[in-house]
């Protein structure tokens, strides 16, 4: 490889006093470019600054560097020309390679000296052939220019390289890159170089360096953006982060635009925000992200900090930011960072999540109270606010049923309940999750969830014998059963679901539904459940009465699906009776139609907590009864 | 020196660790050869009480280097345990417990999505578990 001294050498030779410096043909066209770069022609030196980058990207430590260039030469000469520039070079190959910084090692053949924190370092980093280097040195380096500027003024920050990735390289064809997001960040920063990297040939094979992240991401993000398919993310978020975060130097930190995206990506899985999104799930939209299974299964098991194998909210965060970061080119932590902790992003992520809570449910579940006692998770503290704001507690006795909830597998149950449209029930359950190392037995069936969604709401953790619960319920059927009771005598089976609190605003209407079922349990039942249901009964807003009478008319004739809305539609003329008929314009029989809808929802919820809590009454009658009689049988030894 | 196997219900191999880590292969034949003993065991007490099968099974098989304990899961998964009989410090209890943290770790492993139950373990988390574990064994 070595050959005669070619033009390169010539100076070479004259600068060093006599030191034949013989470079090879592609360290001489290598040089060359460099030298042009960092002195651009007709001057014979090279300019200072550009050289000082050069050799600071060449990521040797600056006593290292400052040794070569007393070397070189160009300390003595005071600047450096072509023959030092070339001897820097040469040295800095060596010193890559590992040899001291001597002229004597310069001598030996030296692969090319490597510069990694440049722009276009990938390139440089193979050593392909110059005129493709001088191409692709000039094009990008000049539009990457304001993007340099802000890492190199970041002190070189050099991160830790990982082996050549493909993601980056695929993303204007891989699906996505943030729509939402991803346009206010750096765009107008990145814009100006986008332009003109869109015509270079500009291949990234993976991201050495993170402008090549951001800057292909935005790319890909233009590409992309008439897609609608915001899958898989890139880089975006790290640029913006370290200019507008003040967190600049924290890759571990979620930005708020990051933290946006994560949740408007959360949602778009699991509407719910304080649900879980389940393995399966994750595992279909994490491995979009095309990273390799083992590096995925890593960013789980990091992220899924209570072993459940699902994801809450800022579990997903964590987990999606991981991703990102690894993209990026970031190694994968060995634990998590503590700012990707659940506890510390739960309380960001709450905020926003609160404001759609209230939008999403209509009826919000929980008591504060229950949590403390149960879990002593910080995180869910927050989480009991959410719920605060919003939730209505309406008897004491639905605390109580709820407070000591031993669930360990609600977390299913959440995803079962969604079709059950009644998304307080689930989130009542999702919030409860936290416990320190419950296993999940349960299968994914409705059944199993059921079953141990219903296990909570007994104050006392006795098995429930009774309760067996369990199997799916037909709305229909309870609402039959209900007038079947009066036939029967049977009480209906207990709930499938975890009853939420009906809002506020539904008590109203709720309330008038409840009495439903309870009128027609009232004629048939057995003494102890009137009484009981007398009680819940007397515990609603006393308009009840009022309506109890419309009820009964209206109960007698009609079936039980169609009394909820009969006796919406009743109470409404009933309660309107001056309502001239022909006021029944479309519009109010939509209005109707909703009505109807919304209180067949908060029947069918109501029936169930009203099943439920007979159930619990019954029982607590027969252990009544029961402690009455072997009180009855001690007395007597006791008088003795 | 120590040894620790999760064997599949296939019997092949999920996960083997030794610590030191000379002379594995003899450990790796020891391991092999007491999954025999393993299934001889479950054989033997699946018909008698299949409800109340005790998962610990104990001392498989003593010689004069090491003892062998084993453990079997409900979905047959079988952990090994090879130990250095000069460690007579190391109680039943002890063991029990080791093999409890096992199983944990195997369960929170077996809830990553991303693991496809029968492949082998690569879990940095299982690694460190397994081996501090090994370090106060040894």
Known sequence: MEQGPAGGSGPAAAGTGGLLLSLSETEQQRYSELFSRCCPPPEAAAGGSSVGELFRASQLPPDTLHQITEVCGAKRVGYFGPAQFYIALKLIAAAQSGFPVRIESIKNELPLPRFMALKNDSEVRYGTPAEFHGVKFQVPHATLEKNSYKRTDEGDKQEPKSPPMSPICSPPASPSTYQRIPLSYGYGKARSGLEQQHGAPYEVRHSTHQQDGPSSG?????????????????????????????????????????????????????????????????????????????????????????????????????????????????????????????????????????????????????????????????????????????????????????????????????????????????????????????????????????????????????????????????????????????????????????????????????????????????????????????????????????????????????????????????????????????????????????????????????????????????????????????????RPVTVL | PSQCGLFCCQNYPLYIRSVPTENELKFHYTVHTSLDVVDEKISAMGKALVDQRELYLGLLYPTEDYKVYGYVTNSKVKFVMVVDSSNTALRDNEIRSMFRKLHNSYTDIMCNPFYNPGDRIHSRAFDTMVNSMMMQVC
């Open chain 1, 218 to 634: 935005n790319y890909g993000a233009k590409s992309a953006l008439s897609s609608s398919t915001p899958n898989r993310s890139l880089s975006v978020e790290r640029e913006q982060q370290d200019s507008s975060s003040q967190y600049s130097d924290d890759p571990w930190r979620i930005t708020e635009e990051q933290r946006d995206y994560y949740i408007n990506q959360f949602r778009s899985l699991q509407p719910d925000l304080n649900a879980f999104i389940s393995g399966s799930v994750a595992k279909n939209f994490f491995t979009k992200s095309k990273l390799p299974i083992p590096e995925l299964s890593h960013i789980w098991e990091l992220s899924d900090v209570d072993c459940d194998g699902a994801l809450t909210l800022p579990e997903f965060c964590a987990a999606f930011h991981l991703v990102v970061a690894r993209k990026n080119g970031y190694q994968l932590p060995e634990t998590l960072p503590e700012t990707l902790l659940p506890e510390f992003l739960q309380a960001a992520c709450l905020k926003p999540v609160r404001d759609c809570a209230l939008f999403d449910s209509h009826a919000e579940p929980l008591p504060g109270s229950q949590q403390p006692r149960d879990f002593g998770r910080t995180e869910k503290s927050s989480a009991e606010e959410v719920p605060d704001n919003s939730a209505l507690l309406q008897d004491g006795k639905k605390d109580d049923k709820q407070a000591p909830k031993v669930s360990t597998t609600l977390k299913t149950i959440p995803k079962e309940f969604q079709h059950l449209t009644v998304k307080a029930a689930a989130q009542e359950p999702s919030a409860l999750r936290a416990r320190p190392r419950s296993r999940s037995y349960s299968s994914t069936s409705i059944e199993d969830a059921m079953k141990k969604g219903e296990e909570p709401p007994t104050p006392p953790p006795r098995p429930q014998k009774s309760h067996s619960r369990a199997s799916s319920l037909d709305l229909n059927k309870i609402f039959q059963q209900n007038t079947q009771a009066a036939r029967s005598g049977w009480l209906p089976p207990p709930p499938p679901a975890l009853p939420p609190r009906p809002s506020a605003s539904q008590t109203e209407q709720p309330s008038e539904v409840e009495l439903q079922p309870q009128m027609n349990r009232t004629p048939s039942q057995a003494e102890e459940n009137s009484s009981a249901k007398k009680e819940v009964v007397l515990a609603q807003p006393p308009s009840k009465p009022a309506r109890r009478k419309l009820r009964t008319e209206a109960q007698g004739l009609e079936t039980p699906e169609l009394s909820p809305s009969i006796n919406v539609t009743s109470s409404l003329p009933a309660v309107k009776p001056h309502l001239p008929v022909q006021k029944q314009s479309s519009k109010q029989k939509r209005a109707i139609q909703t009505a109807i809808r919304k209180n067949k929802e908060a029947n069918a919820v109501l029936a169930r907590l009203n099943s439920e809590l007979q159930q619990q009454l019954k029982e607590v009658h027969k252990e009544r009864i029961a402690l009455e009689t072997q009180l009855e049988q001690l």
